[in-house]
T-cell receptor
């Protein structure tokens, strides 16, 4: 069974530009989560999508947004890039069944560098 | 504001010994607890999940949960050099209505 996939592996942008990151969940998983792992800050929850809807978001500004497509894949968009947006962006998926026991499985990540 | 605290380390353990990793959390409504292993430059890999008080064993790994003390730990028996990595503790509220809250991780070094 294929795991969570993300593209691109690396992305280099300049300040003020927009970045688009993509994620395909494990087959059968309907929930997609986005996390940011910046140096020294640890993994921080960004967004959660399920069945095409944004279900929750972490403490990030609105320029971080995304969507989930009918096939459950997802996009993360970061507008007006700032230097501190440089980080590893991780996507995770889970078979959301409205229980607390859903385990999240992570993709390999996209390394975003903002110059 | 939910917080998950871990000792950043590095925690150095001789090969073959038991490595003990600890985590405390602030939110009493937390219901699900996870340990992930992350090698440098790689994504987190699930090691263990635990939901009830007590111990849960899986091979060389044992997770321990004490909700009254808001404490969760991971024991690694017969530590191997390949266990050298950063171990992330994560918690989630019941109902699946939130992303995971992670600690900053403990850097574990197994000395051959």
């Amino acid at each position: 069974e294929a795991g969570v996939t993300q593209s691109p592996t690396h992305l280099i942008k300049t300040r003020g530009q927009q970045a688009t990151l993509r994620c395909s969940p494990i087959s059968g998983h309907t929930s997609v989560y986005w996390y940011q792992q910046a140096l020294g800050l640890g993994l921080q929850f960004l967004l959660w999508y399920d069945e095409g809807e944004e279900r929750n978001r972490g403490n990030f500004p609105p320029r971080f947004s995304g969507r989930q497509f009918p096939n459950y894949s997802s996009e993360l968009n970061v507008n007006a890039l700032e230097l501190e947006d440089s980080a590893l962006y991780l996507c995770a998926s889970s078979p959301y069944r409205k229980t607390s026991t859903d385990t999240q499985y992570f993709g390999p990540g996209t390394r975003l560098t903002v110059l | 504001q939910k917080e998950v605290e871990q000792n950043s380390g590095p925690l150095s353990v001789p090969e073959g010994a038991i490595a003990s990793l600890n985590c405390t959390y602030s939110d009493r409504v937390s219901q699900s607890f996870f340990w992930y292993r992350q090698y440098s430059g790689k994504s987190p890999e699930l090691i263990m999940s635990i939901y009830s008080n007590g111990d849960k064993e899986d091979g060389r790994f044992t997770a321990q949960l004490n909700k009254a003390s808001q404490y969760v730990s991971l024991l690694i028996r017969d530590s191997q050099p390949s266990d050298s990595a950063t171990y992330l503790c994560a918690v989630k509220e019941g109902g699946g209505a939130d992303g995971l809250t992670f600690g900053k991780g403990t850097h574990l070094i197994i000395q051959p």
